[in-house]
Nanobody
Framework: QVQLVESGGGLVQAGGSLRLSCAAS????????MGWFRQTPGKDREFVAA????????SYADSVKGRFTISRDNAKNTVYLQMNNLKSEDTAVYYC?????????????????WGQGTQVTVSS
């Protein structure tokens, strides 16, 4: 079973950048699709970005297209989320998740493993 640990969150000014990392344990990481989601208090968890098992296919929420980039390094069992030109509305707890079907879906119900989350705060 894959276990996930996020890191890289923090406080940044609007227009700045952060890179989130999600380290996975387990030998099956390279077969999993991976996703990033975010959540703010009182709101549902929302899709941010996803990547399939090989890294060839990616998808993004409209709100982050052109600013965020998801990538993975299967040799390091790690998936990344590079976030540029951050806005105050990007403030949230960010979670990575693993999809054992390998596709990297936008729907959270496809993911069966979740990390504990990392806080991203963007000051305006």
């Amino acid at each position: 079973q894959v276990q996930l640990v996020e890191s890289g969150g923090g406080l940044v000014q609007a227009g700045g950048s952060l890179r989130l990392s999600c380290a996975a344990s387990g030998r099956a990481f390279s077969t999993y699709g991976m996703g990033w989601f975010r959540q703010t208090p009182g709101k549902d968890r929302e899709f941010v970005a996803a990547i399939n098992w090989s890294g060839r296919d990616t998808s993004y929420a409209d709100s982050v297209k052109g600013r965020f980039t998801i990538s993975r390094d299967n040799a390091k069992n790690t998936v990344y989320l590079q976030m540029n030109n951050l806005k105050s509305e990007d403030t949230a707890v960010y979670y990575c998740a693993a999809d054992r079907l390998g596709r990297g879906y936008s729907g959270s119900n496809y993911y069966n493993r979740w990390g504990q989350g990392t806080q991203v705060t963007v000051s305006s």
